[in-house]
């Protein structure tokens, strides 16, 4: 039941990791789902099917557009990071000053694609998931990989985190998210592009064989860091290896690919080789991932008919 202290929720990009947060979201807030003209369909028929870690079926509305945005809204932004400003710059007149957008994309710089795309319009926070799913057809998704949610500090964000950590999102919020968003970059500049190549499940990037080349994007990824202010004093292979081996998860770049769409690598290792550009550091390996990726992106729109079947993780 929705309470006096729920919230107004407009999940917008609601794939995989949006449909996700807004099942969970629902029981305690007003929550409605923008998604693809046939998923809001399914759900406003017959409810949105969870199925994985978790097996239910919510009752939550849905839409394919936004036509109003109320009093003190959340805008909860998951769609891709190349979708952003198509997806933000039609509902930017209905932005208000107590509108909030938290961005939940992989990547540097959507905080910023946004802020943009709103021509200044409502406050725009930066925040991650490390949560899993897959977009399995119209009506249904399936939670993969159970996680947790940072957002970056600011005087709107206890009331968001409160209200996500009582869903089950477990929210944290940082006084750094800078060094948040690129912890997460290093992941994903390993996890993302090497999955993606080999065509396996997340968990395949344990595999001892690919040490050398997971160190080597990581050496990379961490010196362009440096060039921001941003330090680690983690074993980031170690990490990721402890992280991701016991995953059944199919990180999202792999699922763009068979769906023929541009992944995110721009945004990913493109953007630390475009850094290390501009700040003397060579990224030799980041950049080739970038432009093997590229290549595969290619060959997956001219070759490959579009499934029905995404995921978003990581």
Not at 50 to 70: C, F, K, N, P, Y
Not at 198 to 227: F, H, M, N, S
């Amino acid at each position: 039941m929705v309470g006096s202290r729920a919230m107004q929720i407009i999940v917008l990009g609601a794939g995989a990791i949006g449909s996700l947060y807004g099942a969970k979201l629902a029981a305690a807030n007003d929550v409605i789902l923008i998604g693809r003209p046939d998923h809001a369909a399914a759900i406003n028929s017959c409810g949105l099917r969870m199925e994985g870690l978790e097996s239910e079926v919510v009752r939550i509305r849905a839409a394919a557009a936004v036509t109003q945005v109320s009093a003190n809204t959340l805008i909860l932004l998951t769609t891709k990071v190349t979708a952003m400003a198509a997806a933000l710059e039609p509902i930017a007149p209905l932005v208000r000053g107590d509108t909030t957008i938290l961005c939940l994309q992989n990547g540097l710089g959507s905080e910023e694609i946004a802020r943009t795309a709103l021509r200044g319009r409502g406050v725009v926070l930066r925040g991650i998931t490390q949560f899993g799913a897959i977009f399995e057809n119209p009506g249904a998704i399936k939670y993969m990989a159970a996680g947790y949610t940072v957002i970056e500090q600011h005087p709107r964000s206890d009331r968001i985190a409160d209200a996500f950590t009582a869903a089950g999102l477990h929210c944290r919020i940082s006084p750094n998210i800078v060094a948040e968003v690129w912890h997460k970059t290093v992941f994903n500049c390993v996890v993302n592009p090497i999955t993606a190549m080999l065509g396996c499940e997340v968990g395949g990037i344990a595999q001892p064989g690919l040490d050398r080349l997971k160190q080597l994007v990581i050496d990379e990824c961490v010196a362009v860091a440096a060039t921001q202010g941003i330090r680690f004093e983690v074993d980031f292979r170690r990490e990721i290896d402890e992280t991701f081996a016991p995953s059944r998860n199919i990180a999202s770049m792999q699922q763009d690919l068979l769906r023929g769409r541009a992944t995110e690598i721009d945004y990913m290792n493109g953007a630390v080789a475009t850094l290390g550009v501009e700040h003397g550091v060579p990224c030799p390996v980041n950049r080739a991932l970038t432009a093997i990726i590229k290549a595969m992106e290619a060959q997956a729109s001219s070759l490959l008919p579009e499934k029905m079947f995404q995921a978003q993780s990581i």
